[in-house]
């Protein structure tokens, strides 16, 4: 492919890597009618890159961006206060915070931090892994986060959750329903786990909340122990999270 126009998207390809077939298709309805080829492919860190060649590349290359977003590539891109569509990565490694991959790779790559502290003032006394286990969060799960700090020395990224991740987060932990957060597979293979297993009924919503992550909020009375145990064997490969309410 001689002259190219290349984008990182703001999703990743891993676990069982049927997001790419999936992402195929969503190109073809995005591109279907324009003069020009493309190719997946997985970079640093999991993130999809799309290689666009053909007269429309330009073009393409651009409606691509607007749908799928694109990672800022370089640290100097990184503005404080603005808003930018990560992914939880090595979570429960350290204590002194959660880090979130929004696509860094150069100087070199890094993962900014949402610091202990932070956390704390927002969700209270707990230590990490507790709100980890808590909040059902998973390696993988698409966030949305804002730059609070960069600093350029130290090559430090500090981030706080966006007010309206905060929201969501907030409704996730509030209303009552259990859910689970399936990253590394495709929407459509949770949904076939749950018919093979009969527990399409328990499932309130189905969210994509990514290509490969997944949101299952489950009816009032329905636990995510009971749903995790069925169809966790037929979905080799993913993480999965929950928020449960118990009794």
Do not use: C
């Not at 929004?102 to 202990?116: N, Q, T, W």
């Not at 009969?198 to 997944?214: F, K, N, P, Q, S």
């Amino acid at each position: 492919m001689v002259g190219m126009e290349e984008v990182v998207i703001l999703e990743k390809v891993y676990g069982d890597r049927s997001g790419f077939l999936k992402l195929d298709r969503k190109l073809r309805s995005l591109l279907g009618d324009l003069e020009v080829k493309w190719k997946l492919s997985a970079v640093k860190k999991n993130w999809v890159k799309v290689s666009l060649a053909g007269e429309d590349e330009e073009i393409s290359a651009n409606l691509v961006r607007d749908e799928f977003g694109e990672v800022p590539y370089r640290l100097s891109a990184v503005k404080e206060g603005e808003t930018y569509r990560g992914r939880f990565i090595d979570l429960g490694k350290v204590g002194y915070g959660a880090y979130v991959d929004i696509g860094i790779f150069s100087p070199r790559p890094k993962d900014a931090l949402l610091p202990l502290y932070y956390l704390k003032e927002t969700f209270g006394e707990i230590p990490v892994r507790g709100m980890i286990g808590r909040f059902g969060w998973v390696d993988n799960l698409p966030i949305e986060v804002t730059v609070r700090e960069v600093e350029f020395g130290a090559r430090e990224v500090e981030l706080a959750f966006s007010d309206s991740q905060l929201k969501r987060i907030n409704s996730w932990l509030n209303d009552g329903h259990d859910k689970l957060f399936i990253t590394g597979t495709v929407s459509e293979n949770v949904e076939k786990a749950l018919i093979q297993t009969g527990h399409g009924r328990d499932v309130r919503r189905i969210e994509e909340l990514g290509l490969m992550e997944t949101l299952l909020i489950l009816k009032k009375g329905t636990q995510a122990p009971g749903i995790i145990k069925e169809i966790g064997p037929h979905l080799k490969g993913t993480l999965i999270g929950a928020i449960k309410f118990g009794e």
